[in-house]
Every structure is written in C-alpha cells, then in structure tokens.
C-alpha cells in the first residue's frame, strides 16, 4: 500500500474568489504530491501570474500558492495500490517531459461550472488532472471532495504545514506585455480548438 497527497486550496487570486462564490465553495483548486509535506506539488493552472486564460502542468511552489501570503489548505491522503502509485509517478514523469503538451482545458473549467465536462487530449482542469491521476474523472470540486471524504489529516493554514514556502524558480511573476497576453491566449485557444477537431491523441497512452 502507497500513499499520494490531494490538496484542496483557497487560493489568493481574483479568478479563485470568482470561482468559489460561483461554486460556493470553500476550495478553488486542487494539486496532487507524493509527499506528506507537499513539495512539491502538480496541478494544471496558469503559468504566468498575470495571464489567467492560458495555462498547463505546472510545479507548484509554495511562493506561487502563496503569492506573499499564507493560503487554507486541506490535505487528504489517498491510499493507492502499487500499480496505481507507480502510474501517477509515470504521469507527473510524463508531464514534465512534455511541458507544450499538457495544456489547461480552459473550456472544462467553464463546462464545470454547469456540472459538464469536456474532454480534450492531454489538456486538464486542476481537479480533472488529479481525479484522473487517482483513475477517477471529476469535473467538479464539489464530487471530488466528497470522494475523498474520510482521507483527510489536515485543514488549517498551508505555512503551519509546510514552514518555509518552497521558492518560485520560474518566472510566473514576470509582467506580460499586452501583446505576449493577446498572442498566448490565441495560440492557447486554438491549440485547444485544433485537438478538438482532430482528437488524435490519447490520454491513455501515457
């Protein structure tokens, strides 16, 4: 028997509040990690601070999560079989590998807000990605919660668990001009579009 790590997040941002007085819920997004502390953790989300439409696979860091801040958290261990927890390693593995591949199903997170789901190849929602990672498919927070009911160990503040947040090495907090915003969310968008219409590629591939 192994153990994976679901975090749920009240996340700081203008597009998390938006979410949770949409969903009415406490927690906004969702990450998965292999350890008890959480560093780190993967989630699919925006990539730069200041562009919210445009996104993928990420590694969280607490920096990122924080943003100068200190954010709730509640973390469920999961109990998982040999196989299973060997397959989520080769997905996060997979991921990071293929960084352009992974993209954020920006048309789910609309769709989950009507309960719908859409899939799309090898794009995610935060809470699609580690429901799929656990061999489930949760378009919605609300579900995926109440699935995981009785794995929780801890609710409270995400410093109080994990002490010093881990730093950004990226650069999520670099200014976008108006024409990288505009020229991403395009290329963005039609990607997304383009594997709608040709749906050539198969997640369980990987």
């Known amino acids: ?3 994976v790590y679901v975090m749920f997040s009240k996340t700081n941002t203008g597009m998390g509040k ?4 949409l969903t009415n819920r406490t927690y906004n997004h969702v990450s998965i990690g292999l350890q008890e502390k959480l560093c780190p953790t993967y989630s699919f989300a925006r990539r730069k601070k200041y562009n919210v439409l ?3 696979f990420i590694q969280e860091s607490g920096e990122r999560l924080c943003d100068g801040g200190d954010i709730q958290i509640k973390i469920c261990r999961v109990p998982v079989s040999e196989a299973r927890y060997e397959r989520v390693q080769r997905i996060l593995a997979f991921c990071e590998q293929h960084p352009n591949l992974m993209i ?3 048309f789910a997170a609309l769709g989950s807000l009507l309960r ?3 899939s799309i190849p090898f794009s995610f929602t935060c809470v699609g990605f580690v429901s799929w990672c656990l061999g489930e498919e949760c ?3 609300a579900p995926f919660e109440k699935m995981l009911s009785g794995c929780e160990i801890y609710e409270g503040s995400y410093l109080a668990w994990v002490g010093e947040p881990s730093k950004e090495e990226g650069d999520y907090f670099r200014p976008v001009s108006l024409w990288e915003l ?3 969310n395009l290329r963005h968008f039609g990607d997304l579009i ?3 219409i040709c749906a050539g590629l198969k997640r369980a591939d990987i």
């Open 1 to 3: 028997m192994q153990y």
């Open 18 to 21: 938006i979410i949770r007085v």
């Open 54 to 56: 445009a996104g993928g």
């Open 104 to 106: 954020y199903n920006s």
């Open 116 to 118: 719908r789901n859409l």
């Open 139 to 141: 378009p919605c927070i």
């Open 182 to 184: 505009i020229s991403s």
């Open 194 to 196: 383009g594997r709608i």
